[in-house]
């Protein structure tokens, strides 16, 4: 199956923004970030990281899911996401060494990353089509994976359709965490971590604990947060993240 185009996020969120009569300043000051970050966001320039697609979300009072979902004018479907130690194939006649506009030919990207256009394709495809169900068994190999900019991997473990639920393999490589800038954090819903390797340390409104194997978290999304890897080898643990209406 060949990969689907990339819905036009930036595009969405302009349309979703000036549906509600808010200037690009005005929603900039609302997330904290710069106007011109909004615009780059926008006009497709730039990627935002997984904190800043939370707030601009929250900001509109839209869900996350409608900046991915095809809308039946578009003609997109939701891109497939390649399980691990997998490549995404090229579409049918694409000449060798050659690929979509904006991606690198194959062996040209350092190990480990993922190139823009694949981490939009996995966020389409982690968003999309909320009635597939993924398991009942899902093998090592075969989860699907999400690559974020600020060191972070997610693996989905599995899915049951009607359960608003992200069951996520997570690691946090040495230095990443979940907000680039070193800002916290929040949105809807309560989440629940269990450690199995490395460490942790999360900043939870005034407070900072270290996360260690064998210890578990939970808290409501809403309270401002954040974490991050500051030792030498990767933090793995397993996630729950349960969305709220």
């Given at each position: ?53 939370y707030?601009i ?18 003609g997109?479907?939701?891109a497939p ?16 060494g050659?690929?979509p ?25 982690f ?5 597939r ?17 600020s ?12 359960v ?6 997570v ?38 604990y270290v996360i260690?194997?064998g210890?578990?978290v939970?808290?409501?999304s ?6 991050r ?7 793995v643990?397993v ?6 209406p």
């Amino acid at each position: 199956m060949s990969p689907a185009v990339v819905p036009p996020v930036g595009a969405r969120i302009r349309r979703a923004r000036t549906a509600r009569g808010m200037s690009l300043r005005a929603l900039a000051r609302e997330i904290g970030v710069s106007a011109s970050l909004v615009s780059q966001i926008e006009t497709g320039k730039s990627q935002p990281s997984v904190s800043t697609l939370y707030a601009i979300t929250t900001a509109l009072s839209i869900p996350v899911e409608s900046l991915f979902d095809a809308d039946p004018g578009e003609g997109v479907a939701p891109a497939p996401v390649a399980a691990v130690g997998e490549r995404r194939p090229a579409p049918v006649g694409t000449p060798p060494g050659t690929g979509p506009p904006g991606t690198a030919p194959p062996g040209t990207a350092l190990p480990g990353t993922v190139a823009p256009d694949t981490v939009l394709h996995a966020l389409a495809a982690f968003a999309a089509d909320p009635g597939r169900r993924i398991g009942p068994l899902v093998k090592g190999g075969e989860r699907e994976v999400l690559e974020l900019d600020s060191g972070v991997v997610w693996e989905r473990l599995g899915r049951v359709p009607g359960v608003d639920v992200d069951f996520l393999l997570v690691t946090y490589r040495p230095g990443g965490a979940s907000s680039g800038t070193g800002g916290l954090m929040r949105h809807p819903g309560t989440e629940y971590g269990y450690l199995t390797s490395g460490e942790l340390v999360l900043t939870l409104g005034f407070d900072e604990y270290v996360i260690r194997p064998g210890d578990a978290v939970s808290f409501e999304s809403t309270t401002p947060h954040r974490y991050r890897n500051d030792g030498g080898e990767p933090a793995v643990g397993v996630w729950f993240v349960f969305s709220m209406p």
